[in-house]
Nanobody, 116 residues
Framework: QVQLVESGGGLVQAGGSLRLSCATT????????MGWYRRAPGKQRELVAS???????TYLDSVKGRFTISRDDAKNTVYLQMNSLKPEDTAVYYC??????????WGQGTQVTVSS
C-alpha cells in the first residue's frame, strides 16, 4: 500500500520559516521523482518544487531563493525548507511522487498559513 504522509505545516508570521516533510511507504523511493505542489483558495494547483532521482531540482519562480527541496533516499522522505515566508505562500501543500512510468501518487496535504 502506497502512502505519502506530509507533516510540518502550520501557522507562521511573514518572514518566518517552516520545514515540510513527506514520509513515503510502498514505493521504490529512490527511483521516483518527488515534488511539492500547493493549492491556494480559489486558485489552481501549482508545482512549487521538484527533485529528480539524481537530485536535479526545479522551482516555481516566486519561491526561488526562499524554498529548498531535498530528499533522503535512506529515509524515503522528501523535504521542503521554506524561508522568508510570505502571505501569498498560504496554501495546502501536497507531496507528489512520480514513478518511472509517470504514475502519480499524492499525499493528503498539509496546511501552511502565513500571517501578515
Amino acid at each position: 500500500q502506497v502512502q505519502l504522509v506530509e507533516s510540518g505545516g502550520g501557522l507562521v508570521q511573514a518572514g518566518g520559516s517552516l520545514r515540510l516533510s513527506c514520509a513515503t511507504t510502498g514505493i521504490i523511493f529512490s527511483m521516483n521523482a518527488m515534488g511539492w505542489y500547493r493549492r491556494a483558495p480559489g486558485k489552481q494547483r501549482e508545482l512549487v518544487a521538484s527533485i529528480t532521482q539524481l537530485g536535479t531540482t526545479t522551482y516555481l519562480d516566486s519561491v526561488k531563493g526562499r524554498f529548498t527541496i531535498s530528499r533522503d533516499d535512506a529515509k524515503n522522505t522528501v523535504y521542503l525548507q521554506m524561508n522568508s515566508l510570505k502571505p501569498e505562500d498560504t496554501a495546502v501543500y501536497y507531496c507528489n511522487s512520480r514513478s518511472w512510468n509517470s504514475y502519480d501518487y499524492w499525499g493528503q496535504g498539509t496546511q501552511v498559513t502565513v500571517s501578515s
